[in-house]
């Protein structure tokens, strides 16, 4: 990916609409706790558990701004488009 790839899909409406959709979902699935939507949602984009310092970034931003910027992340990582 080039960086006007991610920066244009990161900042998509179709990418945060989705974004929203799967933090609904994960909030779904996993309830309120942010340690416990970051495994579901890692688990669900990229088939695995988070590593301790993912993990920790990632509760972080939830807490900063909220479960559909992880979600918005998770979409743009390496890892997620070399999946899908």
Known sequence: N???????????????????????????DAGSEP??????????????EPAADERSAACQLIEAHGLAALCRALYNANEFVQLN
Do not use: I, K, W
Not at 4 to 26: D, I, T, W
Not at 40 to 48: K, S, V
């Open 35 to 48: 340690a416990d939507q970051v495994r579901r949602a890692f688990r669900l984009a990229f088939g695995r």
């Open 2 to 28: 080039t960086s006007m790839q991610v920066l244009r899909h990161l900042n998509s409406p179709f990418a945060v609409e989705q974004a929203g959709y799967f933090a609904e979902r994960v909030a779904q």
